[in-house]
């Protein structure tokens, strides 16, 4: 008869042993959804790897996977009974259940089995060696990221995503009383459609309000790790699976999202 505690321990165990080749972890949370989590994810792992590190991304958000949309439909391979997560770059892999399960089919899952397709991800997968493991977690405080931070303990920080406006702040409070709870570092604050661009006079217009961002610096004693203006051509990108950091060069959003990469490196290796 199978010993559910060798099970447990075992899984426990190539956890431990995948995670142990990666140098660096970081969730990405946000307290509500539509603030462009996933797209600050998806960026900062892109412009880690143009950087020259050696990145992973890892979708957990089980029941609205996005970054198979934003970074085109690549799927993940398997290799000795191990997912090998989907090549993006030379240096950039990612893994999503959206690559796994039919497009457009819902994942109706409790807690339990979110917390063991979470272990899967982190234990029978073939991360190999990084540098940083990005974490898109949904949007929240609920299972997912409590898997996630239960699994691994303390990982090097999150990073919370946020717009301008009040009614976002009024989560956002929620997510980083929730990490403190959990005993994780707060890296920093992004503050995303924080303003668009007047096209023809290039005047800023903060059509969400604005000092949303420096409000939740102040008042939790961290780092505004950038401003994210509104693009159209960005979000088009989005949905053709373009990175902004490789597709929009030059533009004052990439410069923002590459100075934000910056950021977390200089607060997480310091």
């Known amino acids: 008869m199978v010993n559910p505690q060798f099970n447990l321990n075992n899984e426990q165990n190539k956890v431990k042993e995948k995670m142990s080749k990666v140098k660096h972890k970081i969730a990405v949370l946000s307290g509500k959804g539509g603030v462009g989590k996933t797209t600050v994810?998806?960026?900062?792992?892109?412009?880690?790897?143009?950087?020259?590190?050696?990145?992973g991304l890892l979708d957990l958000d089980i029941h609205g996977p996005n970054i198979v949309r934003m970074l085109g439909d690549k799927h993940p391979t398997v290799e000795d009974e191990e997912m090998v997560p989907a090549e993006i770059?030379?240096?950039?892999?990612?893994?999503?259940?959206?690559?796994?399960?039919?497009?457009?089919?819902?994942?109706?899952?409790?807690g339990p089995l979110k917390h063991s397709a979470i272990k899967q991800f982190l234990g029978d997968t073939k991360w190999g060696e990084l540098d940083y493991l990005i974490f898109d977690l949904p949007p929240g405080t609920g299972d997912e990221a409590l898997?996630?931070?239960?699994?691994?303990?303390?990982?090097?920080?999150?990073?919370?995503?946020?717009?301008?406006?009040?009614?976002?702040l009024d989560d956002v409070r929620r997510s980083i009383d929730f990490v403190h709870s959990m005993n994780q570092k707060l890296i920093g604050i992004?503050?995303?459609?924080?303003?668009?661009?007047?096209?023809?006079?290039?005047?800023?217009?903060?059509?969400?309000?604005?000092?949303g961002g420096e409000i939740l610096v102040k008042e939790y004693n961290t780092e505004l790790l950038g401003k994210i203006p509104l693009d159209p051509k960005a979000a088009q990108l989005a949905d053709e699976g373009k990175p902004i950091t490789l597709y929009l060069r030059e533009t004052e959003i990439e410069k923002v999202f590459r100075n934000i990469a910056e950021k977390v490196v200089q607060i997480v290796e310091k």
């Open 147 to 168: 898997s996630l931070f239960q699994t691994l303990g303390k990982i090097d920080g999150v990073v919370i995503v946020t717009t301008p406006q009040k009614i976002s």
């Open 89 to 110: 770059l030379p240096n950039l892999k990612a893994l999503s259940i959206g690559m796994l399960v039919e497009a457009g089919k819902a994942v109706i899952w409790r």
């Open 190 to 211: 992004v503050e995303n459609m924080s303003y668009v661009r007047c096209p023809k006079c290039g005047e800023k217009i903060e059509i969400f309000g604005n000092g």
């Open 41 to 55: 994810a998806v960026n900062l792992a892109t412009a880690l790897a143009e950087s020259g590190y050696k990145v």
